[in-house]
């Protein structure tokens, strides 16, 4: 069945470095990868997401790459700021079903 | 647009009451879905409609019943609650990207549930 793993499940990070989050997913068959954002109390929102026609997208300060062949896709954050802190998921939806299976979440703190 | 709406916010249930968690979206979206969030679980699927008249289980459908009752509404159902349903639920609906099952969830704010 579907599986989607996400690590680490908690980083710190110092105000400005870079954050790294990484998912592998099960299904060969997946062909849509996005990234949530959840700040403490609030709804999931999505930030970023990646068909698997390209291998990289960018939107400002984030950006995620996509590796089909080894079935992994990662969340970069650069110059990482305060606000960053929160719960980010991935998830990889199965093609040809409906089913909107996420990870498991990292916590991620930015230390000022 | 109020986008993803479920009510109520907060219940508190004894064991073995029953009650329904309701869902309503006018985004005029097909697929609907249900969630619950555990601390350091993530989000789990519960139950999703990929469109109305249809419903599916996710990952742990055990102890829910869900009804499509039209586009736009998708209640859940707890028949005969207990402890271990304690949890926030989330109710979202998913923009369709054109093929495929990708596209964005919107979700509700959320159902902090406590069984006692």
């Known amino acids: 069945g579907e599986n989607v793993e996400q690590h680490p499940s908690t980083l710190s990070v110092q105000e400005g470095d870079s954050a790294v989050i990484k998912c592998t997913y099960s299904d060969s068959a997946s062909n849509y990868f996005p990234w949530y954002k959840q700040e403490l109390g609030k709804r999931p929102q999505l930030i970023i997401d990646i068909r698997s026609n390209v291998g990289e997208k960018k939107d400002q300060r984030i950006a995620v790459t996509l590796n089909k062949t080894a079935k992994h896709f990662s969340l970069h954050i650069t110059e990482t700021q305060p606000e960053d802190s929160a719960v980010y998921f991935c998830a990889a939806p199965t093609s040809g079903t409906y089913k909107y299976i996420f990870g498991t979440g990292t916590r991620l703190k930015v230390l000022a | 647009n109020a986008g993803v709406t479920q009510t109520p916010k907060f219940q508190v249930l004894k064991t073995g009451q029953s009650m329904t968690l309701q869902c309503a979206q006018d985004m005029n979206h097909n697929s609907m879905y249900w969630y619950r969030q555990d601390p350091g679980m993530g989000l789990r699927l519960i139950y999703y409609?990929?469109?109305?008249?249809?419903?599916d289980k996710g990952e742990v459908p055990n102890g829910y019943n869900v009804s499509r009752l039209n586009k736009r509404e998708f209640s859940l159902r707890l028949e005969s609650a207990a402890p271990s349903q304690t949890s926030v639920y989330f109710c979202a609906s998913r923009r369709k990207l054109g093929d495929g099952a990708g596209g964005e969830l919107f979700f509700g704010e959320g159902s902090r549930l406590t069984v006692l």
């Open positions: 409609s990929a469109s109305e008249g249809t419903t």
